[in-house]
């Protein structure tokens, strides 16, 4: 059964920082890409930043610079150091693997508001 657990969202200030964890079972965490993505209300959901097996990364323009994308294979898990956060960053966040063939899990939500 595949799981993607995302958590360490909350409410933070513009300019302030979060830090995100997704812990995956059920899959070949080590050989995939995987991928950031975030839904805001009323708007599709978007991938934002992605990493390969070998650590090759690429970001959305929206977040380049700000955002960093990283994971621990022996862990299986994926992190997002969100920093200079923007009000246009609230969203709930997801990670999945690349393409995203697997069902989305509960996502954590990350509201910028002062």
């Known amino acids: 059964q595949v799981q993607l657990l995302a958590s360490g969202g909350g409410l933070v200030q513009p300019g302030g920082s979060l830090n995100l964890s997704c812990a995956t079972s059920?899959?070949?965490?080590?050989?995939?890409?995987m991928g950031w993505f975030r839904q805001a209300p009323g708007k599709r959901r978007e991938l934002v930043a992605r990493?390969?097996?070998?650590?090759?990364?690429i970001y959305s323009d929206s977040v380049q610079g700000r955002f960093t994308i990283s994971r621990d294979n022996a862990k299986s898990t994926l992190y997002l150091r969100m920093t200079s956060l923007k009000p246009e960053d609230t969203a709930v966040y997801y990670c999945?693997?690349?393409?995203?063939?697997?069902?989305w899990g509960q996502g954590t939500q990350v509201t910028v508001a002062s």
């Open positions: 999945n693997e690349l393409p995203p063939d697997n069902p």
């Open positions: 059920g899959i070949h965490f080590s050989i995939l890409p």
């Open positions: 990493i390969t097996r070998f650590g090759d990364i």
